[in-house]
Protein backbone atom coordinates (compact mmCIF):
# COMPACT_ATOMS: atom_id res chain seq x y z
CA UNK A 1 0.00 0.00 0.00
CA UNK A 2 1.55 3.09 -1.10
CA UNK A 3 2.14 5.91 1.95
CA UNK A 4 4.16 8.94 2.59
CA UNK A 5 6.73 8.33 4.95
CA UNK A 6 8.19 11.41 5.12
CA UNK A 7 4.69 12.35 6.36
CA UNK A 8 4.66 9.92 8.99
CA UNK A 9 7.93 10.70 10.48
CA UNK A 10 6.21 14.39 10.92
CA UNK A 11 3.09 13.01 12.31
CA UNK A 12 4.05 10.09 14.95
CA UNK A 13 5.05 11.23 18.03
CA UNK A 14 9.01 9.87 19.18
CA UNK A 15 8.26 7.59 21.85
CA UNK A 16 11.98 7.98 22.95
CA UNK A 17 11.94 11.82 23.79
CA UNK A 18 15.31 13.96 23.55
CA UNK A 19 17.07 14.88 26.55
CA UNK A 20 18.72 11.27 26.84
CA UNK A 21 22.31 11.56 27.25
CA UNK A 22 23.83 9.36 23.82
CA UNK A 23 26.39 10.90 21.95
CA UNK A 24 25.80 13.58 19.02
CA UNK A 25 25.58 11.42 15.86
CA UNK A 26 25.32 7.92 17.80
CA UNK A 27 22.90 5.49 15.90
CA UNK A 28 21.33 3.46 18.52
CA UNK A 29 18.20 6.54 19.67
CA UNK A 30 18.13 6.80 15.69
CA UNK A 31 17.42 2.67 16.07
CA UNK A 32 14.94 3.35 19.00
CA UNK A 33 12.65 6.68 17.67
CA UNK A 34 12.14 4.79 14.13
CA UNK A 35 11.46 1.27 15.37
CA UNK A 36 8.66 2.65 17.84
CA UNK A 37 7.07 4.95 15.15
CA UNK A 38 5.82 1.98 13.77
CA UNK A 39 3.68 1.17 16.58
CA UNK A 40 0.15 2.17 16.41
CA UNK A 41 -0.52 5.35 18.78
CA UNK A 42 -2.99 3.31 20.31
CA UNK A 43 -1.27 0.88 21.55
CA UNK A 44 0.92 -0.22 24.35
CA UNK A 45 5.19 -0.77 24.61
CA UNK A 46 6.67 -2.66 27.60
CA UNK A 47 10.63 -2.05 26.39
CA UNK A 48 13.28 -4.07 27.79
CA UNK A 49 16.93 -2.90 27.33
CA UNK A 50 19.98 -4.74 27.91
CA UNK A 51 22.84 -2.88 29.47
CA UNK A 52 24.96 -1.03 27.41
CA UNK A 53 25.23 2.82 26.08
CA UNK A 54 21.27 3.12 25.07
CA UNK A 55 20.04 1.64 28.79
CA UNK A 56 22.30 3.59 30.74
CA UNK A 57 21.55 6.73 28.79
CA UNK A 58 18.34 7.07 28.35
CA UNK A 59 16.92 6.07 32.05
CA UNK A 60 18.43 6.83 35.26
CA UNK A 61 15.28 6.42 38.14
CA UNK A 62 13.73 8.39 37.93
CA UNK A 63 14.49 10.20 34.99
CA UNK A 64 12.98 8.44 32.04
CA UNK A 65 13.43 9.16 27.64
CA UNK A 66 10.81 6.28 27.47
CA UNK A 67 7.33 6.99 27.10
CA UNK A 68 6.19 3.64 27.52
CA UNK A 69 6.87 1.47 30.18
CA UNK A 70 10.72 0.10 30.59
CA UNK A 71 12.41 -2.37 32.04
CA UNK A 72 16.01 -1.98 32.94
CA UNK A 73 17.72 -5.61 32.42
CA UNK A 74 20.70 -6.98 33.33
CA UNK A 75 23.49 -7.35 30.42
CA UNK A 76 22.90 -10.83 29.53
CA UNK A 77 18.49 -11.02 29.38
CA UNK A 78 17.02 -8.78 28.43
CA UNK A 79 15.23 -11.14 26.26
CA UNK A 80 14.32 -14.01 28.93
CA UNK A 81 13.10 -10.89 30.86
CA UNK A 82 10.60 -9.62 28.17
CA UNK A 83 9.11 -13.27 27.50
CA UNK A 84 8.50 -13.51 31.68
CA UNK A 85 6.53 -9.98 31.02
CA UNK A 86 4.76 -11.72 27.45
CA UNK A 87 3.82 -14.54 29.56
CA UNK A 88 2.34 -12.48 32.54
CA UNK A 89 0.18 -10.19 30.16
CA UNK A 90 -1.10 -13.12 28.90
CA UNK A 91 -2.22 -15.00 31.61
CA UNK A 92 -3.39 -11.58 33.03
CA UNK A 93 -5.82 -10.97 29.77
CA UNK A 94 -7.14 -15.07 30.34
CA UNK A 95 -7.88 -14.42 33.82
CA UNK A 96 -9.99 -10.43 33.21
CA UNK A 97 -7.39 -8.83 35.43
CA UNK A 98 -6.58 -7.04 31.72
CA UNK A 99 -8.84 -5.70 29.77
CA UNK A 100 -8.51 -7.72 25.91
CA UNK A 101 -9.10 -4.81 23.80
CA UNK A 102 -5.85 -3.41 25.47
CA UNK A 103 -2.76 -4.14 22.84
CA UNK A 104 0.40 -4.00 24.29
CA UNK A 105 3.73 -5.05 22.23
CA UNK A 106 7.16 -5.86 23.70
CA UNK A 107 10.59 -4.72 22.45
CA UNK A 108 13.70 -6.12 23.58
CA UNK A 109 16.37 -3.58 22.85
CA UNK A 110 20.34 -5.29 23.06
CA UNK A 111 23.74 -4.23 21.74
CA UNK A 112 25.95 -6.18 19.89
CA UNK A 113 27.63 -7.33 23.01
CA UNK A 114 24.12 -8.12 24.77
CA UNK A 115 22.78 -10.11 22.29
CA UNK A 116 25.64 -11.92 19.96
CA UNK A 117 27.88 -12.87 23.22
CA UNK A 118 26.10 -12.35 26.68
CA UNK A 119 22.45 -12.55 26.32
CA UNK A 120 22.46 -15.21 22.95
CA UNK A 121 21.18 -17.91 25.32
CA UNK A 122 18.47 -15.83 26.49
CA UNK A 123 17.51 -13.99 22.94
CA UNK A 124 17.70 -18.37 21.89
CA UNK A 125 15.12 -19.11 24.86
CA UNK A 126 13.01 -16.69 24.36
CA UNK A 127 12.79 -17.22 20.51
CA UNK A 128 12.45 -20.59 20.55
CA UNK A 129 9.69 -20.75 22.86
CA UNK A 130 7.76 -18.28 20.69
CA UNK A 131 6.95 -15.37 22.91
CA UNK A 132 4.71 -12.96 21.17
CA UNK A 133 7.97 -10.05 21.16
CA UNK A 134 10.27 -8.47 18.81
CA UNK A 135 14.11 -8.39 19.42
CA UNK A 136 16.20 -5.85 18.26
CA UNK A 137 20.14 -5.62 17.80
CA UNK A 138 21.19 -2.28 17.52
CA UNK A 139 25.06 -3.47 16.43
CA UNK A 140 27.48 -1.10 16.73
CA UNK A 141 30.47 -3.57 16.33
CA UNK A 142 31.76 -3.67 19.82
CA UNK A 143 31.23 -2.88 23.46
CA UNK A 144 30.83 0.40 23.60
CA UNK A 145 29.69 1.62 26.92
CA UNK A 146 32.92 0.17 28.30
CA UNK A 147 35.47 1.63 26.08
CA UNK A 148 35.01 0.24 23.01
CA UNK A 149 36.25 -3.17 23.26
CA UNK A 150 35.84 -6.06 20.45
CA UNK A 151 32.80 -8.44 20.24
CA UNK A 152 31.91 -11.09 18.41
CA UNK A 153 29.89 -9.12 15.91
CA UNK A 154 32.86 -6.49 15.57
CA UNK A 155 34.42 -7.01 11.95
CA UNK A 156 37.34 -8.78 11.07
CA UNK A 157 40.53 -6.61 11.12
CA UNK A 158 38.61 -4.23 13.11
CA UNK A 159 40.81 -1.71 15.56
CA UNK A 160 39.31 -1.86 18.94
CA UNK A 161 40.96 -1.69 22.55
CA UNK A 162 40.85 -5.17 22.63
CA UNK A 163 42.06 -6.09 19.08
CA UNK A 164 44.37 -3.08 18.37
CA UNK A 165 45.83 -3.08 14.54
CA UNK A 166 49.06 -1.82 14.54
CA UNK A 167 52.52 -3.51 12.83
CA UNK A 168 51.88 -7.14 14.45
CA UNK A 169 48.18 -7.87 14.75
CA UNK A 170 46.17 -5.88 12.01
CA UNK A 171 42.94 -5.82 14.11
CA UNK A 172 40.31 -8.69 15.43
CA UNK A 173 41.07 -11.84 13.78
CA UNK A 174 38.28 -13.88 13.36
CA UNK A 175 35.53 -12.94 11.40
CA UNK A 176 31.93 -11.87 12.64
CA UNK A 177 29.38 -14.13 13.72
CA UNK A 178 26.48 -14.22 11.53
CA UNK A 179 23.63 -13.90 14.23
CA UNK A 180 20.74 -12.89 11.57
CA UNK A 181 21.49 -16.25 10.25
CA UNK A 182 21.10 -17.87 13.51
CA UNK A 183 17.72 -16.47 14.00
CA UNK A 184 16.76 -17.72 10.53
CA UNK A 185 17.89 -21.34 11.99
CA UNK A 186 15.17 -20.57 14.86
CA UNK A 187 12.33 -20.55 12.37
CA UNK A 188 11.02 -17.36 13.80
CA UNK A 189 7.80 -16.00 11.66
CA UNK A 190 9.57 -12.68 10.48
CA UNK A 191 13.96 -11.76 10.79
CA UNK A 192 15.48 -8.65 9.19
CA UNK A 193 18.51 -7.02 9.20
CA UNK A 194 18.96 -3.20 8.05
CA UNK A 195 21.03 -0.37 8.62
CA UNK A 196 20.16 2.92 10.96
CA UNK A 197 20.90 5.70 9.14
CA UNK A 198 20.39 6.57 4.63
CA UNK A 199 17.22 4.84 4.68
CA UNK A 200 15.08 4.94 7.44
CA UNK A 201 12.16 3.79 5.22
CA UNK A 202 13.42 0.26 5.08
CA UNK A 203 13.65 0.26 8.58
CA UNK A 204 10.37 1.30 9.52
CA UNK A 205 9.01 -1.29 7.26
CA UNK A 206 10.48 -3.57 9.09
CA UNK A 207 9.70 -2.55 12.04
CA UNK A 208 6.32 -2.33 11.33
CA UNK A 209 6.36 -6.04 9.96
CA UNK A 210 8.31 -7.14 12.97
CA UNK A 211 5.84 -5.82 15.31
CA UNK A 212 2.62 -6.58 13.71
CA UNK A 213 3.68 -10.52 13.26
CA UNK A 214 2.43 -12.71 15.41
CA UNK A 215 5.11 -14.70 17.42
CA UNK A 216 8.94 -14.21 18.27
CA UNK A 217 10.65 -11.50 15.86
CA UNK A 218 14.47 -10.48 15.07
CA UNK A 219 15.67 -7.20 13.47
CA UNK A 220 19.44 -6.50 13.54
CA UNK A 221 20.35 -3.13 12.52
CA UNK A 222 23.70 -1.70 12.35
CA UNK A 223 23.92 1.25 13.91
CA UNK A 224 26.77 3.84 13.89
CA UNK A 225 29.26 5.06 16.82
CA UNK A 226 31.35 7.98 16.14
CA UNK A 227 33.07 7.50 18.82
CA UNK A 228 34.09 3.53 18.55
CA UNK A 229 34.27 4.01 14.70
CA UNK A 230 36.17 7.22 14.78
CA UNK A 231 34.19 9.71 12.75
CA UNK A 232 33.13 13.16 13.78
CA UNK A 233 29.40 13.13 14.11
CA UNK A 234 29.09 15.54 11.14
CA UNK A 235 30.85 12.94 8.64
CA UNK A 236 28.75 10.30 9.98
CA UNK A 237 25.22 12.33 10.15
CA UNK A 238 25.66 14.26 6.82
CA UNK A 239 24.35 11.64 4.97
C1 LIG B 1 27.50 -9.40 33.45
C2 LIG B 1 28.06 -8.07 33.07
N1 LIG B 1 29.30 -8.02 32.54
C3 LIG B 1 29.81 -6.83 32.16
C4 LIG B 1 29.10 -5.68 32.34
C5 LIG B 1 29.71 -4.35 31.97
N2 LIG B 1 29.12 -3.80 30.79
C6 LIG B 1 28.12 -2.90 30.83
S1 LIG B 1 27.67 -2.31 29.34
C7 LIG B 1 28.85 -3.26 28.59
C8 LIG B 1 29.07 -3.17 27.11
C9 LIG B 1 27.82 -3.28 26.31
O1 LIG B 1 28.13 -3.50 24.95
P1 LIG B 1 26.98 -3.64 23.87
O2 LIG B 1 25.98 -4.62 24.32
O3 LIG B 1 27.60 -3.87 22.54
O4 LIG B 1 26.26 -2.21 23.92
P2 LIG B 1 26.93 -0.76 23.57
O5 LIG B 1 27.55 -0.28 24.83
O6 LIG B 1 27.90 -0.96 22.47
O7 LIG B 1 25.76 0.09 23.19
C10 LIG B 1 29.57 -4.03 29.52
C11 LIG B 1 30.69 -4.93 29.20
C12 LIG B 1 27.80 -5.79 32.91
N3 LIG B 1 27.02 -4.72 33.09
N4 LIG B 1 27.31 -6.99 33.26
S1 LIG C 1 29.84 5.60 22.76
FE1 LIG C 1 28.98 5.13 20.74
S2 LIG C 1 27.21 3.78 21.11
FE2 LIG C 1 27.74 4.81 23.04
S3 LIG C 1 26.40 6.63 23.12
FE3 LIG C 1 28.38 7.25 22.24
S4 LIG C 1 28.11 7.07 20.02
FE4 LIG C 1 26.45 5.89 21.01
MG1 LIG D 1 27.92 -2.50 20.98
Redesign the pocket.
Known sequence: MAYNHKQIMVDTKSRLTSGH?????????AVARMILRAVKPEDHVVVSNAT???EV?TFLYPYTAWTDSFIHTAFENAAATLSGVEAAYKSMKATGKLPEDKDTKFIAFG?DGGTYDIGLQSLSGAMERGHDMVYVC?D?GAY??TG?QRSSATPKFADTTTTPAGKVVPGKMQSRKDLTKIMVGHHLPYVAQTLALNNFKDLYEKAEKAIYTKGACFLNVM???????GYN?EDLMRN
Not at 21 to 29: D, K, Q, S, V, Y
Not at 223 to 229: L, N, T, Y
Open positions: RMCAGCGAPGCMSGYNMNIAPCPRGWT
